[in-house]
């Protein structure tokens, strides 16, 4: 039950690209397609914002997009907004109906 | 409209006992796997538990193994988890959450425990 890594910190001017990488093993996100992102603002819970790898829920911009290589899985934003401003977090399943989170990256919009 | 709102934190003493409940809505609460997970002030998301749509099978992190205990009554769209001999450092806000393809796809806002003496 070991956290997934992710870098700390992003950044990117508004109308960039940030890309953020969550790396894990093969007994997690290597495994399974089961990756998902999430958004948290300051004092807010998380929203999810992709989920098996790739998937977006209604309602979450196309702006957001995911992916997965290897033991490394990958959340792109796109177009960046000032709104886009939060901490991320991945997510995979880890067999034995066992949950791992990354240790977040905070998006800075410069 | 989902809904999913905590209570039951607060103050408790090192080695203290808490219930939290967590009351669903606007879906059908039986038909899905749900979770806690917490934060601790500052800090990364902790996934804490999982309980099964009929509450046959539970799964813990596990470092709260044998200390806290999730349970959740489907008549009452409510999940619980009870959390024994409380240590200082699971203090966080604690959040319940809806479970879909191991995503969690709705969160409630979230109670804090706070645990010192």
């Known amino acids: 039950q070991s956290a997934l890594t992710q870098p700390p910190s992003a950044s990117g001017s508004p109308g960039q690209s940030v890309t953020i990488s969550c790396t894990g093993t093969s007994g997690d996100v290597g495994g399974y397609k089961y990756v998902s992102w999430y958004q948290q603002h300051p004092g807010k819970a998380p929203k999810l914002i992709i989920y098996e790898v790739s998937q977006r829920p209604s309602g979450v911009p196309d702006r957001f997009s995911g992916s997965k290589s290897g033991n490394t899985a990958s959340l792109t934003v796109s177009g960046l907004q000032a709104e886009d401003e939060a901490d991320y977090y991945c997510?995979?399943?880890?067999?034995?109906?066992?949950?791992?989170f990354g240790g977040g990256t905070k998006v800075t919009v410069l | 409209e989902v809904q999913l709102v905590e209570s039951g934190g607060g103050l408790v003493q090192p080695g203290g006992s808490l219930r939290l409940s967590c009351a669903g809505s606007g879906f059908a609460f039986s038909t899905y796997w749900l979770t806690w997970v917490r934060q601790a002030p500052g800090k990364g998301l902790e996934w804490v538990a999982n309980i099964k749509q009929d509450g046959s099978e539970k799964y813990y992190v596990d470092s709260v193994k044998g200390r806290f205990t999730i349970s959740r009554d489907n008549a009452k769209n409510s999940l619980y988890l009870q959390m024994n001999s409380l240590r200082a450092e699971e203090t966080a806000v604690y959040y319940c959450?809806?479970?879909?393809?191991?995503?969690?796809?709705?969160w409630g806002q979230g109670t804090m425990v706070t645990v010192s003496s």
């Open positions: 997510s995979s399943y880890a067999g034995s109906n066992n949950v791992v």
């Open positions: 959450a809806r479970v879909g393809s191991w995503g969690l796809r709705d």
